[in-house]
Nanobody
Framework: QVQVEESGGGLVQAGGSLRLSCAASGRTFRSYTGGWFRQAPGKEREFLAFISWEGTTTYADSVKGRFTVSRDNAKNTVYLQMNNLKPEDTAVYYC????????????????WGQGTQVTVSS
């Protein structure tokens, strides 16, 4: 069993930055893929980014150029660096761990985190 926990959310002004962390524990993380999603009130959960076990990345068009996903296998952690944040980025952000790109992209990973709130004020 793998436990997944996000952190780093909070309140930020438009144009600001945040870095979210996703820490996995319970098994060796090195071979796991990772992804990030968000869900705004009244909307469906939206795929944002994916990183393979070797570091290959994929992004949704809505965040390409502003968000960067990375990983530190020594720390069993995946990160989401978010720059130039906009009010429409306000949502609960979720980390997804395990599964290939095709599964994570449609929201069927092996494990989900509990989510962390990001609020961007105008």
């Amino acid at each position: 069993q793998v436990q997944v926990e996000e952190s780093g959310g909070g309140l930020v002004q438009a144009g600001g930055s945040l870095r979210l962390s996703c820490a996995a524990s319970g098994r060796t993380f090195r071979s796991y893929t990772g992804g990030w999603f968000r869900q705004a009130p009244g909307k469906e959960r939206e795929f944002l980014a994916f990183i393979s076990w070797e570091g290959t990345t994929t992004y949704a068009d809505s965040v390409k150029g502003r968000f960067t996903v990375s990983r530190d296998n020594a720390k069993n952690t995946v990160y989401l660096q978010m720059n130039n944040l906009k009010p429409e980025d306000t949502a609960v952000y979720y980390c997804a761990v395990g599964g290939g790109l095709s599964r994570i992209r449609i929201g069927v990973p092996d494990y989900w985190g509990q989510g962390t709130q990001v609020t961007v004020s105008s």
